[in-house]
């Protein structure tokens, strides 16, 4: 059994409790981690809090030092940890090399940015009363809770950790218990880089014990949380009484347009990648298709045969690009959306159920469903799955006016050749995240983060880092003549 990193030092959970990690390609467990209870979530946040005032105070240029470091380390172990991430989520090989390529840019990124903070923190501001000054600078949040999901397990991990570090903040991590391998590693990868005792501690367990723990906790300063908008929801109302600063990055239910001037072939590229990568276990996974309806038989057509072609299988197969989903549940899930969507009468153009050549593990066909009603829970709630809705459009307008109607707005992606048009329909967009003539690249200078139901502030680049610095006002008097309110001068 792996054991939990708390204060420097690998133990394990008082009770003994474990949970075991499967391998969702043929079912099989992989290993075991700990199961962290209340218990151990006073000890992590008590070696944070001891922590934090010494990593506080370590110069900008250590910290990024430090950074580097953990980033050469993640790059001598890429083979290992892309192949242990796709065991641990089953995601195809490729797609785990890049998430690890990612998780060192991350740290690289971040590392640059504290070199930034020696120094360059502070803003003289101008007051309309000359006899005083005013600034402001930056300080570190304090502790930070740190919760992540197990669609992206080390790459996740590095949005958060990354920018906690490069801040001055310490933090206790909770992977999720499907996928915790691959932040283990990086936890050990830590400690070799020379990370100081109890800045970064790593509680493997359940959400709703561990992670709630630990968003309740009085001495912690800041949470952040990436999942489900339902979690969300718990997370922000766990950590109210206490006022702690919550970030929250949630779900999605994304909009593609494509217009009828697109290149079929670069059209139907685009929103396969935009909702079959993965699996389609993205957030921003952009699995509402609109298209206009003068191509949308050409389009579909095309799109139909393309996903005939995609490889199903063990993500450790090099020719496989679609992998099996995280777990039973998640299959289940996915596969009653489809089913209750169908029993309605939606239109099935492809896929609709599990593999008939894979009998073992969580497989489930790339889907399209075809003119869902804009009620239909296929059409508005996240499925989290390879799963794309479709339908037709005759204006921009209302294209536009159909992306926007949703609970959620963390991303939307459009199509055209008209250049003008793009930038009309991106600025119209009501989302965190647009695409011109792509869908999904991330880069960690951008941000990211959404509107209404998918969430509260904005991770990666400059925004990233603001998320763990609280800013301070220091306003001096200079004059040398007393203030004279209460007591007047002699």
């Not at 915790?180 to 109890?198: F, K, V, W």
Request: proline residues 4%; glycine residues 10%; aromatic residues 8%.
């Amino acid at each position: 059994m792996l054991r939990l990193l708390i204060d420097g030092h690998w133990i394990e959970s008082a009770d003994g409790r474990s949970i075991d990690s499967v391998n969702p390609a043929n079912g099989k467990v992989i290993g075991s981690v700990a199961a962290a209870g209340a218990g151990e979530v006073r000890l992590a946040v008590a070696a944070a809090r001891r922590a934090f005032e010494g990593w506080e105070a370590v110069p900008g240029r250590e910290r990024a030092a430090l950074l580097r470091a953990i980033a050469d380390g993640v790059e001598v172990r890429r083979d290992a940890l892309a192949a242990l991430e796709t065991r641990d989520n089953g995601k195809p090989l490729a797609e785990s090399f890049g998430d690890v390529d990612d998780t060192i840019a991350c740290f690289r990124f971040y590392a640059g940015l504290a070199d930034d903070l020696d120094g360059g923190d502070r803003a003289v501001l101008a007051v309309p009363d000359s006899r005083f000054s005013a600034s402001v600078e930056t300080m570190a949040v304090g502790v930070a809770a740190q919760i992540i999901p197990w669609n992206y397990p080390l790459l996740m991990a590095a949005w958060k950790v990354a920018p906690a570090l490069a801040a001055g903040a310490t933090m206790v991590l909770k992977p999720s218990e499907l996928t915790s391998l691959t932040a283990l590693e990086l936890g050990r990868i830590a400690q070799d880089a020379g990370l100081p005792r109890g800045v970064f501690n790593i509680l493997t367990g359940y959400g709703g014990e561990a992670g709630m723990s630990l968003v309740e906790h009085r001495d912690v300063d800041k949470v952040a949380f990436t999942g489900s908008a339902a979690t969300g929801a718990k997370i922000m109302a766990a950590a109210a009484p206490d006022i702690k600063n919550v970030s929250l990055e949630l779900g999605g239910k994304s909009a593609i347009l494509i217009f009828d001037d697109v290149d079929i072939e670069v059209a139907v590229e685009w929103i396969m990648f935009g909702v079959f990568w993965n699996q389609g276990q993205v957030c921003s996974a952009t699995s509402r298709l609109l298209v206009d309806e003068s191509i949308a038989d050409r389009l579909l057509a095309r799109l139909v045969t393309e996903v005939a072609a995609i490889r199903i299988g063990s993500g450790l197969d090099p020719d496989v690009t679609l992998g099996p989903l995280i777990s039973a549940a998640q299959r289940d899930r996915v596969a009653g959306f489809v089913d209750r969507a169908r029993e309605q009468g939606v239109e099935l153009l492809a896929g609709g159920g599990v593999p008939p050549h894979l009998d073992a593990g969580f497989f489930y066909e790339p889907t399209i469903l075809f003119q869902p009603p804009v009620d239909a829970e296929i059409w508005t709630e996240e499925v989290f799955g390879p799963v794309l809705a479709v339908r037709c459009f005759r204006t921009e307008e209302e294209a536009v006016a159909l992306a926007n109607c949703s609970d959620y707005g963390l991303a939307a992606a459009v199509l055209s050749r008209d250049a003008a048009r793009c930038e009309r329909v991106a600025r119209a967009f009501r989302a965190g995240v647009v695409w011109i003539n792509c869908s999904q690249p991330t880069f960690c200078e951008a941000p990211w983060g959404g509107l209404k139901r998918s969430g509260v502030g904005r991770e990666l680049g400059a925004w990233g880092l603001a998320q763990y610095r609280e800013v301070k006002q220091i306003t001096r008097y200079c004059s040398d003549t007393p203030w004279g309110w209460y007591i007047r001068p002699r």
